[in-house]
């Protein structure tokens, strides 16, 4: 599985979007973008995974770059309960196929 | 139900206690997952079961002995652990017969050696 880089941290005010970006320039063709996050001393969560279109859903916004090297996770209107570790993943597809997980990004929405 | 639970949330234990971490899920899943997590480090994976079979080993000392007894369950046994082993253990499931398989994660046992 690719190797993914993220800023270590990063702020956001509440109401505003978060937007948190991933670079994996050695994804290769057939490898998915994976977004979880995890809130401080709870299991991570899925968020929204991605191939090379862009993708929605209920929680958040999903763009790839055309050459599949980055990425951007976007929650449209943050809110204080957003605050958590935001892990980009790239992961093949299989059967039973483990999560390599990265340092992620500390997000912390502000009042 | 897309729940997974696991029980006890913290656990404190000497060296020389043998004690378990249990995990459970309704989901049908035939995928789950053991991962370990040190304080501020992302998760560690430290096994995989597959349709209740051992498929990956992450090269864990043998004082972690996983157990999947069925489709719903998976247990951790833990002895002689040291203190070092303290951490917070997640454990995971996932459809394996989706392409993507998005793992659903329990909220984790906190272990603390003494």
């Known amino acids: ?40 001393s709870q299991g991570p969560q899925y968020i929204i995974h991605g191939l090379k279109n862009n993708e929605t859903n209920e929680m958040a916004s999903l763009i790839i770059t055309e050459d599949r090297k980055s990425s951007t996770l976007i929650l449209p209107h943050a809110t204080l309960r957003d605050t958590a570790v935001y892990y980009c993943i790239v992961r093949g597809t299989g059967s039973a196929r483990q999560l390599t997980f990265g340092s992620g990004t500390q997000l912390t929405v502000l009042p | ?56 080993n992450e090269s864990v000392p043998s004082r972690f002995s996983p157990e999947c007894p069925n489709s719903s369950l998976l247990n951790l046994h833990l002895h002689a652990l040291q203190p070092e082993d303290s951490a917070l253990y997640l454990c995971a499931s996932s459809n394996p017969q989706r ?16």
Request: proline share 6%; hydrophobic share 30%.
């Open chain 1, 1 to 40: 599985d690719a190797k993914t880089t993220q800023p270590p941290s990063m702020d956001c005010a509440e109401g505003r979007a978060a937007n948190l970006p991933c670079n994996h320039s050695t994804i290769s063709g057939n490898e998915y973008v994976y977004w979880y996050r995890q809130i401080h």
């Open chain 2, 1 to 56: 139900d897309t729940e997974v639970t696991q029980t006890p949330k913290h656990l404190v234990m000497g060296m020389t206690n043998k004690k378990s971490l249990k995990c459970e899920q309704h989901m049908g899943h035939r995928a789950m997952y053991w991962y370990k997590q040190k304080a501020k480090k992302p998760p560690e994976l430290m096994f995989v079961y597959s349709y209740e079979k051992l498929s990956i």
């Open chain 2, 99 to 114: 392409r993507n398989n998005e793992q659903f994660f329990g909220p984790g046992t906190r272990l603390t050696v003494l």
